[in-house]
């Protein structure tokens, strides 16, 4: 049986996924730095500085970060505009 998202002929990926995990709450400047970061990152894809979506390289990539660890340094992750 199709799930309702094939049924609509939407592209789906495969992603794995944890159970529920106690996380800390932000604090306020941490919640600041985020806001900052995400409005740095729309002014970005507004002037045309983002790359398109790619299922291959995501996957890749995805499976990459799950199969490092913890304490492998990221030096694939692209820098910010």
């Known amino acids: 049986m199709a799930s ?3 049924a609509q002929g939407r592209r ?3 992603a794995p996924v944890t159970t529920m ?3 800390p709450v932000q604090s306020e400047q941490e919640r600041a730095e985020l806001t900052t970061s995400l409005k740095q990152a729309e002014e970005c894809i507004k002037a045309g500085n983002a790359v398109d979506y790619d299922p291959k390289i995501f996957k890749d990539r995805l499976i990459d970060i799950y199969r490092r660890g913890k304490h492998q340094p990221f030096d694939d992750v ?3 505009h």
Do not use: D, G, Y
């Open 4 to 6: 309702k998202t094939k």
């Open 12 to 14: 789906t990926i495969m």
């Open 21 to 23: 995990e106690e996380i």
């Open 78 to 80: 692209p820098a910010a």
